[in-house]
């Protein structure tokens, strides 16, 4: 086998994290340290973009914090990132969302999708 694929299998994390594309409305709870104490901070916001493949996929979101776009990259196997809830699906039509940086109040919102669950 690659001795790359080895080393990335002996750092995968394995955690079962929701299927979320982008455009949908995400909350990601990310373990910070603070010298010796460690806190979970949630960070919500759109996912603009999903970029990479296998263990070194990333995704951007991009929250509006006192009228300020910001933009922050997770990488998906992150050790880091404790859980990701999905708050809404939004109906895109892009993969790549960059469009919603220059736009703000309204003009940035994004159509929910709505999810039918089938029963069994």
């Not at 806190?39 to 916001?45: L, P």
């Not at 880091?80 to 003009?107: P, Q």
Request: hydrophobic fraction near 35%; charge should be positive.
């Amino acid at each position: 086998m690659d001795l790359i694929k080895v080393v990335e299998q002996a750092f995968a994390t394995g955690k079962e994290l929701p299927e979320f594309f982008p455009g949908d409305t995400i909350t990601v709870s990310y373990r910070i340290k603070e010298g010796n104490k460690e806190r979970i901070q949630q960070y919500r916001g759109v996912v603009i973009r999903i970029t990479g493949e296998g263990e070194k996929k990333r995704f951007t979101v991009r929250k509006i914090s006192d009228n300020i776009g910001v933009e922050r990259i997770f990488p998906i196997e992150s050790p880091f990132i404790d859980n990701i809830a999905i708050n809404k699906h939004g109906k895109v039509r892009r993969a790549k969302l960059y469009y919603l940086r220059k736009l703000t109040g309204k003009k940035a919102r994004i159509k929910e999708r709505r999810i039918v669950k089938k029963e069994a």
